[in-house]
């Protein structure tokens, strides 16, 4: 059974950091593409980040610059550091193993980004 457990999210002020962990178990190894989502009140849910296996790296045009997908293969580990946070990052973000129309999600863990 695949499980993904998000941590790491919480309260900031703007230009405050934040870096989000989603630990894998029961991954399947031939998944190509870790993701972070995240969607806002009353939002869709939007693609932040994701990383394939390889180590290339793809960022929504938002976060550019901002914030920095990672993995551990070894750990089955995927991080998310978010760096000069601006409250319109305020969200619950996921995480997610093989693109939006993939079965396997965590729960999320939410971000909020305020004065």
């Known amino acids: 059974q695949v499980q993904l457990v998000e941590s790491g999210g919480g309260f900031v002020q703007p230009g405050g950091s934040l870096r989000l962990s989603c630990a894998a178990s029961g991954i399947i190894v031939s998944i190509p593409a870790m993701h972070w989502f995240r969607q806002a009140p009353g939002k869709q849910r939007e693609l932040v980040a994701r990383?394939?296996?390889?180590?290339?790296?793809n960022y929504a045009d938002a976060v550019k610059g901002r914030f920095t997908i990672s993995r551990d293969n070894a750990e089955n580990t995927v991080y998310l550091q978010m760096d000069s946070l601006k409250p319109e990052d305020t969200a619950v973000y996921y995480c997610?193993?093989?693109?939006?129309?993939?079965?396997?999600w965590g729960r999320g863990t939410q971000v909020t980004v305020s004065s």
């Open positions: 997610n193993a093989g693109g939006a129309t993939s079965p396997y």
């Open positions: 990383i394939f296996s390889g180590g290339l790296t």
